[in-house]
């Protein structure tokens, strides 16, 4: 059992990263210690072979998005990290709000609200940041939020008055179906 927890610990280490290498040095030592694992999980014994392997299947599942945040400063490294980016967003969000429930702005916009809230933390911003570098882009961003924003309203009208809802739908199918 010592020598699987050595070969935990030598991951660990790795992944901490102490040097500061960028992503692609991180991957390439990765590599390596994972190809000496494979050639140790096949000679170990049986109960410890299990556990190896399920960490050698676990690693290749998220390679690809594993080294990332060696490449982009800030970037949280571990899901505890970004557990707590996410939840400070929530709370700020209720204390602004007064509820006790994240508001449904940031359900319909998230995508939006959660990086500017993000963003905002890590520098102050200046106002010729705010405008769009992309325009299309920035409009097809608008237009997403339009489409989610509309799907609520019709989610409501439906809510508030269901026949009434249900007969305009009926009323506009006989119209568009031909005579």
């Known amino acids: 059992m010592k020598a ?12 901490t990263n102490a040097s500061g290498q960028k992503g692609c040095h991180v991957k390439r030592r990765m590599a390596g210690l994972v190809g000496a694992l494979e050639h140790a999980v096949r000679r170990a014994r049986s109960p410890h072979r299990a556990a190896l392997a399920h960490f050698l299947l676990e690693t290749r599942r998220y390679w690809p998005g594993l080294f990332h945040c060696y490449d982009v400063p800030g970037l949280p490294r571990t899901d505890n990290d970004l557990e707590h980016l996410f939840g400070s967003c929530r709370y700020h969000e209720r204390r602004a709000s007064g509820r006790r429930r994240g508001s449904e702005g940031l359900v319909v916009r998230g995508q ?8 905002t933390r890590l520098a102050p ?32 009208r439906f809510r508030a008055n269901p026949n009434a809802y249900l007969a305009a739908i ?10």
């Open 4 to 15: 699987a927890f050595r070969w935990v610990e030598r991951v660990a280490e790795f992944l």
């Open 112 to 119: 939006v609200r959660v990086v500017a809230a993000v963003a």
């Open 125 to 156: 911003t200046v106002g010729a940041e705010l405008a769009p570098k992309d325009i299309i882009a920035w409009r097809n961003l608008r237009a997403s939020l339009r489409r989610r924003k509309y799907a609520r309203i019709l989610g409501r």
């Open 170 to 179: 009926e009323r506009e199918l006989r119209r568009a179906l031909p005579a």
